[in-house]
C-alpha cells in the first residue's frame, strides 16, 4: 500500500492518492527523493526500514519504483570537528557571559566557512559551556579561525573564561594534518599579540598553537 505522504529529511513530498494531486497526478516536478522508512506502516519490504529512492515523473501518474540505499553506499566526506570547553570565571557577570554566547551562535550561523555548528552546556566534564564548528577542509578551517567574527568573540568572551580547552577531530587522511591545525594556530597567536595576551590571562588553555597541543 502507498501511503498518501512519504516523510524525507528535507521535506514532504505528495505522492498519487493525496489530496494535492488531481486524479492522481502529481503536481509537483520532484524526479527523485531519498527518504527514510516510510509512514503510515511502510511497504512491507525488506528493505522498508532502510533510506530508499522513490521516483515518480511530473504531471504523469506515479511510477512506484523503490530501491534500498545499502549502508556501503552511504557518501562520507571528511572534514574537521572544531571544539572549544569553557569553564568561566565565578565573577563573570551573567549578562556578558549570554552576550559571548550569542557571539558564538553568530559565528554558526554567519561565517561561512562553517557548515554546521552546536553552542550550549557542557555536560560531562568540568565545564560549562561549549561550541562546536564543523568545516570541510583546512582551508575552511583557517578561514573560520582568521574571521573578524572570531576575534570579536575572542574580545569580549575570553576575559570571562578560566579554563579553555580547544580541541579538534578530523577524519582527513592527510598525515600533515594535525601539523597544518597547529600552524593556523600559531600563526594566529603570533600575528596578534593581544590576542596572545588574552590566551596567556586564561587560567588554562590547552589546545592546538601551544606547546602541549
Not at 51 to 62: A, D, G
Not at 119 to 146: C, E, P, Q, T
Request: glycine share 10%; hydrophobic share 40%.
Amino acid at each position: 500500500m502507498v501511503p498518501n505522504r512519504v516523510v524525507g529529511a528535507m521535506f514532504t513530498v505528495t505522492v498519487a492518492g493525496s489530496p494535492d494531486v488531481d486524479d492522481g497526478v502529481a503536481v509537483r516536478p520532484v524526479a527523485a527523493v531519498v527518504v527514510g522508512a516510510l509512514a503510515d506502516g511502510g511497504t512491507g519490504e525488506p528493505c522498508a526500514t532502510h533510506p530508499q529512492v522513490i521516483s515518480y515523473n511530473y504531471r504523469k501518474k506515479l511510477k512506484r519504483r523503490t530501491r534500498c540505499i545499502l549502508p556501503s553506499e552511504r557518501k562520507r566526506t571528511a572534514v574537521i570537528y572544531h571544539q572549544i570547553r569553557l569553564a568561566m570565571r565565578p565573577d563573570a557577570p551573567k549578562h556578558k557571559v549570554d552576550e559571548a554566547l550569542g557571539l558564538l551562535r553568530r559565528m554558526g550561523q554567519e561565517i561561512d566557512a562553517v557548515e554546521h555548528w552546536a553552542v550550549g552546556r557542557d555536560i560531562g566534564g568540568d565545564f560549562d559551556y561549549g561550541a562546536l564548528f564543523v568545516v570541510k577542509d583546512i582551508d575552511a578551517y583557517r578561514a573560520y579561525m582568521h574571521a573578524p567574527l572570531h576575534r570579536q568573540v575572542d574580545e569580549i568572551g575570553l576575559p570571562l573564561v578560566r579554563d579553555m580547552i580547544s580541541q579538534d577531530l578530523t577524519d582527513d587522511e592527510d598525515p600533515e594534518i594535525a601539523d597544518k591545525i597547529r600552524k593556523i594556530h600559531a600563526d594566529r597567536f603570533a600575528g596578534d599579540p593581544a590576542l596572545a595576551a588574552l590566551i596567556e590571562g586564561l587560567g588554562s588553555y590547552e589546545g592546538s598553537g601551544v606547546a602541549n597541543g
